[in-house]
């Protein structure tokens, strides 16, 4: 079974950094591209990143590129989005989520938990 289970929210003030974690379990890095989504309260779902399972390389979403980094450690089945420059607009729960893909400029996942909030003041 598939779980992801991310921490590390919180808030902070614009132009900020915040480091979220994720654990997985189920499933290795190997058998899935993993990355992280978000959705802002009244919004829609927005993608952040993926992480290419076959050569490790990373799509981000035009909105958070230069200012977010995802990595994972394989050996820890653990995931991490670090974000920097942190604005208003970065608020939202955030979810690591397995699977993910990038389709025509969407990107688009299969399994995710739960979620850790993030707050970004101004």
């Known amino acids: 079974e598939v779980q992801l289970q991310a921490s590390g929210g919180g808030s902070v003030q614009a132009g900020g950094s915040l480091r979220l974690s994720c654990a997985a379990s189920?499933?290795?890095?190997?058998?899935?591209?993993i990355g992280w989504f978000r959705q802002a309260p009244g919004k829609e779902r927005e993608g952040v990143s993926c992480i290419s399972s076959s050569d490790g390389s990373t799509y981000y979403a035009d909105s958070v590129k230069g200012r977010f980094t995802a990595s994972s450690d394989n050996a820890k089945n653990t995931v991490y989005l670090q974000m920097n420059s942190l604005k208003p607009e970065d608020t939202a729960v955030y979810y690591c989520?397995?699977?993910?893909?990038?389709?025509?400029?969407?990107?688009?996942?299969?399994?995710w938990g739960q979620g850790t909030l993030v707050t970004v003041s101004s």
């Open positions: 989520a397995a699977d993910c893909d990038e389709v025509r400029g969407i990107l688009i996942y299969g399994y």
């Open positions: 189920g499933f290795t890095f190997d058998d899935y591209a």
